[in-house]
Nanobody, 125 residues
Framework: QVQLVESGGGLVQAGDSLRLSCAASGRSFSTYKMSWFRQAPGKQREFVAAISSGGIRTAYADSVKDRFVISRGSGKNTVYLQMDSLKPEDTAVYYC??????????????????WGQGTQVTVSS
């Protein structure tokens, strides 16, 4: 059974950092692109960052570029999101996603077959 489990969320102050982790299990995800999305209350789920299966190609939403970094663990079944200089507008539930198809734009939810349950990130001002 495929599972994506996020961890690392929490309550922080503006300017702080957090590192989210997503552990994938049930199969090898070494050939899957993996991404982070987020959803704030009353808003649609939005793209945050993506990384290709080999870890070479990445993509970021403009709102997080230069503050967030996505990376993969050496075994390729773990993906991380290092979040620095957090802002109150980063408050959301953060979801990990994975898909075996080509990288594509990587920014649309329909490009992903597998999703985690999410981890809450709250940034106070």
């Amino acid at each position: 059974q495929v599972q994506l489990v996020e961890s690392g969320g929490g309550l922080v102050q503006a300017g702080d950092s957090l590192r989210l982790s997503c552990a994938a299990s049930g199969r090898s995800f070494s050939t899957y692109k993996m991404s982070w999305f987020r959803q704030a209350p009353g808003k649609q789920r939005e793209f945050v960052a993506a990384i290709s299966s080999g870890g070479i190609r990445t993509a970021y939403a403009d709102s997080v570029k230069d503050r967030f970094v996505i990376s993969r663990g050496s075994g390729k079944n773990t993906v991380y999101l290092q979040m620095d200089s957090l802002k109150p507008e980063d408050t959301a539930v953060y979801y990990c996603a994975a898909d075996p198809r080509r990288f594509g734009s990587a920014t649309y939810t329909y490009e992903y077959d597998y999703w985690g349950q999410g981890t809450q990130v709250t940034v106070s001002s």
